[in-house]
């Protein structure tokens, strides 16, 4: 295996990350299997960015792209006073929106998407208030066209069309940061004829059949929080890093974009359709893909294509719930607070299912596994005064009397024995002092499906295989 190969360079890189993270931030102060003891002040970003120790390395096998929270001190689009960050609850209510798409898609995959989308047209989907943002939180930046433009792009594991906003926006473009993409400018870009068989594909990928306009196929997408984008279907030069360019990649060129995409310029996908951007470069990359959300939005992360090192990683097989979905499940089987493992029935994680999602913020819980982690959490943290609910979040604390807490441990279990230890940035939601929350919410049904949110995935290196049909876990990925 050409991973393999690359292994005996890895470790010396990994040698070197290491040294230096001894030098980091000393957030945690004390540390024993069933607590991490913090200072408060860590549980909240700073306004200025500290990038990652990690050197992104790009090789002949991997490409690695640096990834920045939308909102946060590293984005760009956070410099950017007009574009309005959400607060806590808008945060939580688009967030709400986005598992309830998740859920009907899964319940009606037939359904999925909605509204036929003939021509590019503002009247053939309804357009709702253009200010949620309902399609994940984490940027990366890539190149698009000849000459190339420079794009930041929300990366989203849980659909496919890779696609940006495109002038002249002959209907409606959002409000975004960097200039919009003109494809009359590019000498790479072509229109997909409506003939096309790949043009008849949009309909698995996107859930709404294709439409035609002059002979050009036209693509519509409809997010769960009323956000779409329909425009004309192409092919364009693709630049990920210096070294590894596509040629000819199939993406999205949105004519009529609404919902704010927090200023981004579209989205990235990362889903499993045959038109996701990891489908289109699995002759490079193998559908391997890895990445890492940073601790705070006032630090860095990565998402890598190609190889990785996954020495330190532990693997669980994607489950059967997306087959012939965009969606990566998982098979949940416990989860443990403070060390124990809570009694909670294996029958709850089956009927249910799961999946991962890094567009997610909160992890759904199966209602009985909510119950059992929220009372296990509650009598952990008893010497804590609780306070008012946050939205969705009903445990939450007023920490402004404390400088340092002892948080529980939290921990996942996933089907061939796999233990994963989220991170303790990854168990509260809250950016006030006085309304810290468990970072957990219960579904409403026991048969939604459970979502492993981005919070709990902070600090980890996930590592995606699609051709092997896995998903890894490695702790400390970040730094
Ligand atoms: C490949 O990546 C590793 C670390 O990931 C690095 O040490 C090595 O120098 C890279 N090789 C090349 C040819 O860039
Ligand atoms: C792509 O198709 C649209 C609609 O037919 C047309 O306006 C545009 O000029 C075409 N672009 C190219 C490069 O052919
Ligand atoms: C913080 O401490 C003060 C003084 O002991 C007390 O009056 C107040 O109720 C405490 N606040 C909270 C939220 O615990
Ligand atoms: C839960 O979901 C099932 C299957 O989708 C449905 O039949 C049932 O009515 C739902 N129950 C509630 C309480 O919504």
């Not at 549980?43 to 990690?54: D, G, N, V």
């Not at 769960?224 to 004309?232: A, K, M, P, V, Y």
């Not at 596994?369 to 979040?393: C, D, E, G, N, V």
Request: with cysteine; net charge neutral; glycine share 10%.
């Amino acid at each position: 295996m050409k991973c393999f190969l690359y292994a005996h360079f890895l470790c010396l890189c990994l040698l070197f990350s290491l040294e230096k993270s001894y030098g980091f931030e000393g957030r945690e102060n004390a540390e024993n299997h069933h607590s991490h003891t913090i200072e408060t002040s860590s549980l909240f970003p700073s306004t200025s960015c500290k990038s990652s120790t990690k050197i992104l390395s790009n090789n002949d096998t991997k490409a690695s792209l640096k990834v920045v929270h939308k909102h946060g001190s590293c984005s760009t689009l956070y410099q950017d006073k007009t574009i309005a960050a959400p607060t806590d609850t808008e945060i939580l209510l688009q967030d709400q929106s986005r598992v309830k798409s998740i859920h009907s898609r899964l319940s009606n995959p037939k359904t999925s998407g909605g509204n036929d989308v003939t021509v590019i047209d503002s009247t053939t989907i309804p357009a709702k208030d253009g200010s949620v943002i309902g399609s994940g939180s984490y940027i990366v930046t890539v190149g698009l066209g000849t000459p190339q433009k420079e794009l930041s792009l929300i990366f989203d594991t849980a659909s496919d069309i890779t696609w940006t906003q495109c002038q002249p926006c002959a209907i409606s473009c959002y409000k975004q940061k960097e200039q919009k993409f003109d494809p009359s400018q590019s000498t790479s870009y072509t229109n997909i004829s409506c003939s096309s068989s790949i043009c008849s594909s949009l309909t698995s990928a996107t859930g709404t059949p294709p439409g035609c306009a002059s002979s050009t196929c036209v693509y519509a997408i409809q997010y769960g929080d009323g956000s779409f984008t329909i425009g004309f279907f192409g092919t364009e030069k693709l630049t990920l890093t210096s070294t590894d360019a596509f040629d000819n990649i199939y993406f999205g060129c949105g004519q009529n974009n609404q919902g704010l995409f927090g200023g981004s310029a579209g989205i990235l996908g990362l889903g499993r359709d045959k038109l996701s951007l990891v489908s289109q470069t699995a002759q490079k990359y193998n559908k391997i893909f890895s990445y890492c959300l940073p601790s705070s939005s006032s630090s860095t992360g990565f998402l890598t294509f190609g190889c990785s090192d996954t020495k330190n990683a532990k693997f669980t097989p994607l489950s059967t719930i997306s087959a012939g979905t965009s969606f990566y499940g998982l098979d949940f089987t416990g989860i443990s607070v403070g060390g124990t493992k809570l009694a909670i029935s294996a029958s709850v994680f089956s009927t249910a299912g799961g999946l991962i999602d890094a567009g997610t913020v909160i992890t759904r819980l199966p209602p009985p596994a909510y119950s059992a982690l929220r009372a296990s959490f509650r009598k952990l943290m008893s010497k804590y005064p609780r306070t008012k609910a946050l939205s969705i979040l009903d445990t939450c604390y007023d920490l402004s009397n404390y400088s340092t807490i002892s948080v529980p441990k939290i921990g996942f279990f996933f089907s061939g024995g796999v233990e994963v230890d989220i991170d303790v940035t990854g168990v509260f939601f809250g950016s006030s002092i006085s309304q810290v929350c468990l970072a957990f919410a219960g579904n409403k049904n026991a048969t939604d499906v459970l979502i492993f949110g981005s919070v709990q995935q902070k600090t980890l290196e996930v590592f995606y295989d699609g051709s092997a049909e896995k998903v890894g876990f490695a702790s400390g990925g970040c730094s």
